[in-house]
């Protein structure tokens, strides 16, 4: 028994040091499977001999019983407040000096008073009661003569010693504040979201209405943290500091967690200091703050001082801005960003918050203002700190304007919201375009990335891009002038500037921008810039077909999504009108990439771009017809449809196995829209009934018909050869030299697409040089090899056959 009674001390002891340096030092020392290990066996010590269950075992902290209520508490020395100081410039810190200095008849000769300048947390004022070093009891403030015991939720906070280190008094009452982190409230709020619980406004809500739990087992759930500032009633203690300073030492040193950021400062001045600088790092804090706290350091002086009604003349709070207030919600808008996101941002009563006047609040998005419910008309809490942009935390639900439920008994009091939950709109509220949320996104953003002005600007220096058309000359600054002086509304405008234009719109920018040349004002006006600009524009006019489905910006479309679709279909026409199931064929295109595709495509106003592009000339160098690749990725032998297509179309529980069990049934598409349960009689039932309720959907229905469609247009558009029986096929080629009409990536598209294979070195096993003008070492090299050496005419032929 003496060993029980022995290791169950020393393992208490392990746990409870272990326990202080990781959750107050922050810095543990031993893993947590070790602390886990010691953890359990002193629980089966405690169950074998329950008499070694003491007060201060680290065990103690969970498994209490929920409380019917919490039992009241009186306190012995009374929990006050201080006072608030709301000046919350450096005059604030004077006055209280001043003040203190009147009370205490000194005059400007006397030294400067010492204080104790420390931060005030915005939390949960706690009064922790420790007799013999061990913790007995926990009381909230309350009316501050009597509050409320919540010992067992208090014991579930790992920060708070349950035994103290060293020589505690006899009878020590810790002052503190329980609190939650920034990053543990985002945690924390986050997961009662995912367990559909409900949410807290801020971390001071967080915190009390975690401690005001009558179930310790939930409070233990909650990240809680504790700062002790203050003392409460104390007996016997013999070495106790002299100053308030000297007291947070000593409870740092038993073990509480007191927080680093305070100071010692002589006078006025340096408190002013204290609150400034603090000020400037408050945001950086893990934990909120809403001002700092001055106390005379001297507790021999705090004593002469005194108290006022219910307040000490030696301790003063010193505010900084609230982050925080209240005001009405007047209209919800909806700003369109340059990448085409949709942002919901509430419209406000303008308030004065975190040092400016806020009248807008950003709402994120769609999933944001459902969690919050903001509506038009509520009262919100606004938030902003720092120069972070201001945001809707919450609503005042007890304020929302309400009305008689139409049709209601007059006598009855049954009443409804004013107004309807709020929804982003159907399409832009820019450009008109429809808006696309795509699946997994928080995101809602408009599709008319080609035309809307939110995003002109976006667009066109994508699509002028290196990689893209490659517009040689327009930077960014034409494009802003271009855009904002309204020359250009869609890519397919850059077509249309006449060389006036261009001048004309210099002459506005620069006269905009007050900064004429004076060659211009001498009257002479440089026009070469502006020619190079319609020659770079011209120049461009003949894209390979990847790089303008690249140009065109369309979402999830990067650089070799375009070449697959381009090396797949072909043509321009096709793609335009592929519809998803098709796209997603195709190799490493998921659902959401054609989606995309297939949205972008399906945005008139994107459609009539496109046109207007095809009309200012632009013309496809490389269009071919679908790779016959496509055969096997449509049809599962004559004209029976893929089991990968199947699966494309996005028919509930059409798994793999079942697609191929379909596609084995189905002598065509077409044959699915009224297929028969005989015809669908190897299925099993469930996937019939999806199937079923799918084609009962005339949409659905009317997509298979066109899909069905275009698949048979497509199958009699394919080359009888594979394309790796291209011309080229087995043939590799060396591009050197400028060619007169074919860029470098043209003529490299062309023989891809022909199954060809280009290469950056000459060496004997080099089919083909195609050299051009200021061809070097390479086209040396091939003469030296014997390699054959084409121009582009050459080029052409051996392409045609
Ligand atoms: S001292 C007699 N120090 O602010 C002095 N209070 O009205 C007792 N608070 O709700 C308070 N940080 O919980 C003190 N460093 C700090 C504080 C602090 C926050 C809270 C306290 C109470 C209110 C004081």
Request: charged letters at 25%; a negative charge; aromatic letters at 6%.
């Amino acid at each position: 028994m003496n060993e029980a009674i022995e290791r169950a001390a020393q393992l208490r002891r392990l746990l409870h040091q272990y326990g202080h340096e990781y959750y107050v030092l922050d810095a543990p020392t031993v893993p947590d499977a070790e602390y886990d290990r010691l953890y359990r066996e002193l629980e089966a010590l405690e169950t074998q001999h329950p008499q070694l269950r003491t007060p201060d075992s680290p065990t103690r902290r969970v498994g209490g019983a929920p409380l019917p209520q919490f039992p009241s508490v009186t306190h012995v020395v009374p929990m006050l407040s201080i006072r608030t100081e709301t000046d919350v410039t450096d005059q604030g810190a004077l006055a209280f000096d001043a003040s203190v200095r009147r009370e205490l008849g000194l005059d400007a000769a006397d030294a400067p008073v010492e204080y104790a300048a420390e931060l005030k947390f915005d939390g949960l004022a706690i009064s922790l009661r420790y007799e013999a070093g061990v913790l007995v009891q926990a009381a909230t403030r309350g009316d501050g003569a009597t509050g409320e015991d919540v010992t067992q939720n208090i014991r579930t906070v790992r920060q708070i010693p349950l035994r103290l280190d060293g020589e505690p008094p006899a009878v020590l009452e810790v002052r503190g504040e329980v609190y939650m982190r920034r990053a543990d409230f985002e945690k924390m709020n986050e997961r009662q979201l995912a367990a559909g619980g409900k949410t807290f406004v801020n971390p001071r809500n967080a915190a009390a209405g975690s401690l005001r739990q009558l179930d310790p087992a939930i409070t233990a759930s909650r990240p809680l943290s504790f700062f002790a500032y203050g003392l409460g009633e104390v007996r016997d203690w013999p070495a106790m500091p002299a100053t308030h300073s000297g007291v947070l030492d000593a409870l740092k040193a038993f073990g509480l967690p007191v927080c680093a950021e305070r100071t010692v400062a002589q006078g006025g001045e340096a408190l002013a200091r204290f609150h400034a600088g603090m000020g400037e790092r408050r945001n950086a804090l893990p934990f909120d703050i809403d001002g700092v706290v001055y106390k005379v350091n001297s507790l021999a002086l705090q004593r002469e001082l005194g108290f006022r009604t219910r307040e000490p003349r030696w301790a003063v709070a010193h505010k900084y801005p609230a982050q925080e207030a209240l005001t009405v919600v007047e209209a919800i808008d909806v700003q369109v960003g340059r990448t085409g996101a949709l942002t919901p941002v509430a419209r406000l009563q303008p308030v004065f918050v975190g040092g400016v006047t806020v009248t807008n609040a950003t709402l994120h998005n769609q999933d944001e203002v459902e969690r919050k419910d903001v509506r038009i008309g509520d009262t919100v809490i606004v938030r902003r700190a720092g120069d972070v942009i201001p945001e809707v935390v919450g609503v005042v639900l007890e304020r929302r304007p309400m009305q008689a439920v139409p049709g209601g008994d007059l006598f009855d009091a049954a009443q409804q919201p004013l107004h309807p939950p709020y929804r982003l709109p159907a399409q832009c509220p820019v450009c008109g375009s429809h808006v696309v949320r795509e699946e997994g996104e928080a995101v809602t953003r408009c599709s008319g990335g080609l035309i809307c002005s939110a995003q002109r600007k976006e667009a066109i220096r994508h699509f002028a891009g290196r990689r893209m058309m490659d517009i040689d000359g327009l930077g960014e600054r034409y494009i802003d002038n271009l855009v904002e002086l309204d020359y250009v509304h869609s890519v397919a405008d850059l077509y249309a500037l006449t060389l006036d234009d261009f001048l004309e719109m210099k002459r506005r920018a620069d006269e905009r921008d007050g900064v004429t040349p004076e060659t211009v004002q001498a009257g002479k006006i440089p026009t070469k810039w502006a020619e190079n600009l319609i020659a770079g524009i011209a120049a461009s006019k003949r894209p390979p077909l990847a790089r303008f489905l690249f140009a065109l910006g369309i979402r999830h479309v990067g650089e070799s999504t375009a070449k697959t679709l381009a090396d797949w279909l072909g043509s321009l026409a096709v793609v335009r009108r592929a519809p998803a199931a098709l796209l997603r064929v195709l190799p490493d295109v998921g659902g959401t990439v054609a989606e995309a595709i297939a949205e972008f495509f399906a945005e008139p106003k994107n459609e009539q771009v496109i046109d207007q592009l095809l009309a200012h000339g632009i013309a496809i160098a490389d269009e071919h017809a679908p790779s016959a690749k496509l055969r096997d990725k449509l049809f599962a032998g004559g004209s029976k449809p893929s089991a990968e297509l199947l699966g494309a179309l996005g028919v509930a529980r059409l798994t793999p196995v079942r697609s191929r069990q379909l596609s084995d049934a189905l002598p065509t598409l077409a044959a699915l829209a009224d297929a028969d349960d005989a015809l669908l009689a190897g299925l099993p039932a469930d996937v019939v009934a999806a199937l079923r309720d799918w084609l009962a959907q005339p949409v659905q229905r009317q997509r298979l018909l066109e899909l069905d469609a275009l698949c048979r247009e497509l199958h009699a558009a394919l080359p009888a050869q594979a394309a790796s029986e291209g011309i080229l096929a087995g043939k590799t080629l060396v591009l050197t030299g400028t060619l007169p009409t074919l860029s470098r990536d043209e003529a490299g598209a062309l023989i891809e697409a022909a199954g060809g294979k280009v290469s950056g070195s000459v060496s004997k096993k080099t089919h083909y040089v195609v050299a051009g003008e200021a061809a070097g070492s390479k086209l040396t090299k091939a003469e030296e090899l014997g390699v054959p050496v084409l121009d582009e005419e050459g080029l052409r032929k051996l392409l045609a056959g």
